[in-house]
């Protein structure tokens, strides 16, 4: 199969605290993993990516883990802002050159 | 960075007529995507685009849906005839080759009435 399962799909948290989104894939040959931050009305944009080649990476205050074995991957954002509201989406690419989303997480930051 | 537009943003049209979306995707880039998202909801892929040819596409790539990019001017999305359930906004995304990043448009937002 090729879905892509999001979990949890609505994460509210207090300012400073960290968020975590988790994912699943089905196919196993899928080798790359972007994360997008989409706020209402905009298109959605990249914010980190990981390729099968590796299992962490981390960029301004995001972190993402892959484990290739259990088929799992996620985002984790730490200190977290208001400005970090928005809708996130996993995505995974399977062997071919299509991109699969899951089913977004909507992510609410209290001051 | 580049980017992908999209015409028109808005587009409200009678069901039983005929859409065409457009998307100008970034200069350089040879792969192509259009991808469909009702509100508040997952993005979901309908169709990949290559050389001039459809590369994949989904289950939502219904018959009344067909692709082109004449002469390398738009990459458009035509749906004839409409229906009520093509409400949505569709995205549109380029990439560079198979292996890239997508580079998204803003979207088009379709009503169907």
């Known amino acids: 199969g090729e879905q892509v399962e999001q979990l949890p799909s609505i994460l509210r948290v207090q300012e400073g605290s960290s968020a975590s989104i988790n994912c699943t894939y089905e196919n196993s040959a899928s080798n790359y993993f972007p994360w997008y931050k989409q706020e209402p009305g905009e298109n959605p944009k990249l914010i980190i990516d990981?390729?099968?080649?590796?299992e962490r990476k981390q960029t301004q205050g995001l972190i993402v883990l892959l484990d290739k074995k259990a088929k799992r991957f996620s985002l984790h954002i730490t200190d977290t802002q208001p400005g970090d509201s928005a809708m996130y989406f996993c995505?995974?690419?399977?062997?071919?050159?299509?991109?699969?989303f899951g089913s977004g997480t909507r992510l609410l930051v209290s001051p | 960075g580049p980017k992908v537009l999209q015409i028109p943003s808005h587009q409200i049209i009678d069901m039983g007529q005929m859409v065409t979306l457009n998307c100008d995707p970034v200069?350089?880039?040879?792969?192509f995507y259009w991808y469909k998202q009702i509100l508040g909801q997952q993005m979901e892929f309908l169709v990949n685009f290559y050389n001039g040819k459809v590369m994949e596409k989904s289950k939502l790539f219904k018959d009344q849906f067909s692709v082109e990019r004449p002469d390398g001017s738009y990459f458009t999305l035509k749906i004839q005839p409409t229906a009520l359930e093509d409400s949505a906004v569709y995205f549109c995304?380029?990439?560079?080759?198979?292996?890239?990043?997508?580079?998204f448009g803003s979207g088009t937002r379709l009503l169907v009435i």
């Open positions: 990981i390729r099968s080649n590796m």
């Open positions: 995505a995974a690419r399977t062997g071919g050159y299509k991109v699969v």
């Open positions: 200069s350089n880039h040879l792969y």
């Open positions: 995304a380029s990439s560079l080759d198979g292996d890239s990043d997508y580079t």
